[in-house]
Nanobody, 114 residues
């Protein structure tokens, strides 16, 4: 059973930065894709960014140019660097990994507020 553990969430002022990390319990080179999703109360979980095993990254239009996804196979981690944060980025952020099935982390809260 794969376990994914997120870290790095917290409270930040608008315009600030945060770096989320997702640590996997096994080699992430086994995953076809890894990604970050976010969810706010009453809304569906939405894709923020995704990265393939070949390091091809895609982003939601709302975060393009502000967020950067990366993966470190040696450390079995995936990261999301979030810059120029806006209040509308406030959400619970979830780590996701896909091989023949889909795995989720428990989520980490990101709050952007002054």
């Amino acid at each position: 059973q794969v376990q994914l553990v997120e870290s790095g969430g917290g409270l930040v002022q608008p315009g600030g930065s945060l770096r989320l990390s997702c640590a996997a319990s096994q080699s992430i080179s086994n995953f076809y894709t890894m990604g970050w999703f976010r969810q706010t109360p009453g809304n569906e979980r939405e894709l923020v960014a995704r990265i393939t095993s070949g390091d091809i990254a895609t982003y939601a239009d709302s975060v393009k140019g502000r967020f950067t996804i990366s993966r470190d196979n040696a450390k079995n981690t995936m990261n999301l660097q979030m810059n120029s944060l806006k209040p509308e980025d406030t959400a619970v952020y979830y780590c996701n990994a896909f091989t023949y099935t889909t795995y989720w982390g428990q989520g980490t809260q990101v709050t952007v507020s002054s």
